[in-house]
Nanobody
Framework: QVRLVESGGGLVQTGGSLRLSCTTSGIIFRDYTMAWYRQAPGKQRELVARITSGGSTNYADFVKGRFTISRDNAKNTVYLQMNSLKPEDTAVYCC?????????WGQGTHVTVSS
């Protein structure tokens, strides 16, 4: 079965940092595009960052210069390094995999940034 498990969320102060991890199983990880999405209460889910099987990345404008997505194919894991966190970054962050239209979601990890 396919499984995506996120970790690393928590409570931090404005300006702090967190590193999220998403470890996968049940897929040939190296062939998949991986992404991080987030959803705050009362708001739509939005794309935060994406990394292709070849290592190309793209970011939402609101995190450029602050967040970095990376992957370790040997560990079947994708990361999201989050720096200079702001209260508006508070959300549930979910991991997503996609290959030829076949996609999977993790359960999410909570990130809370206090002011």
């Amino acid at each position: 079965q396919v499984r995506l498990v996120e970790s690393g969320g928590g409570l931090v102060q404005t300006g702090g940092s967190l590193r999220l991890s998403c470890t996968t199983s049940g897929i040939i990880f190296r062939d998949y595009t991986m992404a991080w999405y987030r959803q705050a209460p009362g708001k739509q889910r939005e794309l935060v960052a994406r990394i292709t099987s070849g290592g190309s990345t793209n970011y939402a404008d609101f995190v450029k210069g602050r967040f970095t997505i990376s992957r370790d194919n040997a560990k079947n894991t994708v990361y999201l390094q989050m720096n200079s966190l702001k209260p508006e970054d508070t959300a549930v962050y979910c991991c997503h995999s996609n290959r030829n239209g076949v996609s999977n979601w993790g359960q999410g990890t909570h990130v809370t940034v206090s002011s």
